[in-house]
């Protein structure tokens, strides 16, 4: 069977990756030998301006039920921590003579959104040696683990840590000022991976499911989060609760034995581990208004309306150059914040649309490339309570996108800030002159 090895050295398997690879991209595989012939005989493809994000109809899994939030939500008012890595506190959002805000100021992206109270962040991978650690520490103000704080990453089997990594990378990010964003306490994707290799088979021996679960989750949250306390700014807590597609909850092993109450068990317990950590949701959309974003609002105001302490939702965003459809991201984005959510853009990556050049409409990939992500950290920004966003890996020679079904057919997809060569992009300047123009009016 067709393999991939993590960064941590765990192994996934094929038909791990499949349930998380959206419908499109599917369709991209199956239907790639014919589009190549076709692309042989025609010439002009056009954009679809949408996906294939499916509208299955509700049934009894899906989040929008019938729970009605009321005015008692608890929507916590702590926009940003305040702490020693926070950028910069200047109440006074206009810009200094000599900020990085200023038209034409020779600033690193970093730089710049410390100026403007915000992260711009790396996912980086679980090798604190990496030589290219230094680019994050000099561009950057921010930083996620890829891997390395992931549940079965740091335990392998259930309840036995191993926080060499994750405590390297760390201490890394401390000693270079930067944020850090913890990835992810509860992921129902990747066993030996996503969470304990171990945990079904449990779960499986268990005369009480739901109680195993919910003690694991409890255990594994208060421990991690415990540990690190102070320490990481935010947390993604609960990460992917939804399927790939349509309405339903993703149907991992921590729903199929508690339901959607594995959700707010988690979050409890990163509260009271944490009171300070700003606590957040992450999930995956292709486009910002299809029955699944629908699907998270409701699910977002059932947990507020339970008075579970979720502060903000994280939005992955790996996506294509044609895809990020600046004015639904807004409305997304938008009835996020009118719920009293921050947001981030957690998982930015934007490839080539795999199969038509022509779709860069002239532009070289990077020049597309640099649209895209202007287009992304304008939406962002434009949002107040947008605090930050991160991009998915440091530079074009590691991608997960180039280890991924069917994303690595298409490799090199070359979809991050800075090219093979460690110089930045256009993207890089793009976001950066986009932060400056938002953050100076
Ligand atoms: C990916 C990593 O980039 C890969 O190195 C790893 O093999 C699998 O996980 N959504 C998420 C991330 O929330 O944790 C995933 O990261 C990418 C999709």
Redesign the pocket.
Known sequence: MLE?K??GGSQ?EMQDILP?VDMRQVLFSIFILMLVIAALLLSGCHQDDDSSENSEPADDDDVADDDTSDDDTVADDDTIADDDTFPDDDDDDTADDDSCLQPGADCTLGETAADAGIFVGA?VPSDPEDPRLSLVSAHFNSLTA??AM?WGELSYHLGDYDYTTADALLAFAEDNGLRVRG??LV?GK?PG?GYPADLETLIGQSPDPYAFVQTAIADHVATVVGRYAGRIESWDVV??PLSSVGTQFDPNPFYLAMGADYIAAAFMAAREADPDARLFL?E?FLVYDTPKTDALLDLLEDLLAQGVPIDGVGI?G?LFVSEPLPERLHRFLTAIEALGLDIELT?LDVAKNVLWDDMLNGQTLFEAQADAYDLLAAACFDVASCTGLTV?GIDDSRT?LD?LFPFNLFAPNNPLLFDRDLAPKPAYFAIRERIAEAFSR
Do not use: F, G, R
């Open positions: 991939l993590t960064t996934i998380m996912a890829e891997n992931k990835h992810a992921w990747y991976h990460n992917e992450n995956y992955q790996h998982e998915w997960w280890e």
